[in-house]
């Protein structure tokens, strides 16, 4: 007398369809996914930026207003206020480091040397900054947006009492893109 196993077992003959694991399932579907995004993002185009001089920058043609009919009187024109514009090698930059990935600071500071801006100093910076900030000293608001578009930072922010007042200061929270 045999005694059946469980679970019984089919017969030769009986057919039955077989379901595939969950796991091949979720592999399945991240791959059809990873395709569909691949092809939705392949025409796009590239998201970097052209950087240009101010003074290569064509003037806006003036404007004057229709005249009304009387003696035009000549008036002398105003000269507008420039600002000279940004030489990056004569702006100081220190950088400090407030993330815990080793050598950030030297790292970034050898490229902001690259790019043609002062690099002063680089060290560790103890405090808690929300994320990485370009800091500028009174009346140097312009070079600080000229160096946070170089290193791709979209944090500005006045410098405090603790920070260099003729250095631009960068304290970093993470690796820059």
């Known amino acids: 007398m045999s005694f059946p196993t469980w679970p019984p077992h089919p017969r030769r003959d009986e057919r039955g369809a077989v379901l595939p694991s969950p796991v091949v399932l979720l592999s399945v579907v991240a791959v059809a996914l990873a395709a569909v995004t691949f092809f939705a993002t392949r025409g796009e185009e590239p998201t970097e930026r052209e950087i240009t001089q101010a003074a290569q920058q064509q003037e806006s043609p003036e404007v004057t207003a229709p005249s009304d009919g ?11 206020k420039t600002k000279p514009p940004v030489v ?11 993330s815990g990935i080793t050598g950030l600071a030297a790292d970034v500071l050898a490229r902001v040397d690259e790019v043609g801006w002062n690099g002063v100093a680089a060290d560790n910076w ?6 990485t900030t370009v800091y500028f000293p009174p009346g140097m608001r ?12 979209q944090r500005l922010m ?4 603790e920070m260099s007042d003729t250095d631009l200061t960068v304290i970093l929270t993470g690796e820059l893109a």
């Open 70 to 80: 009387a003696e035009d009187e000549e008036k002398p024109e105003k000269p507008k």
């Open 88 to 98: 990056r090698s004569d702006v100081g930059v220190v950088v400090f480091n407030n």
């Open 126 to 131: 103890y405090g808690t900054i929300p994320a």
């Open 142 to 153: 312009d070079a600080a947006q000229k160096l946070a578009l170089d290193l791709g930072i």
């Open 158 to 161: 006045p410098a405090d009492g």
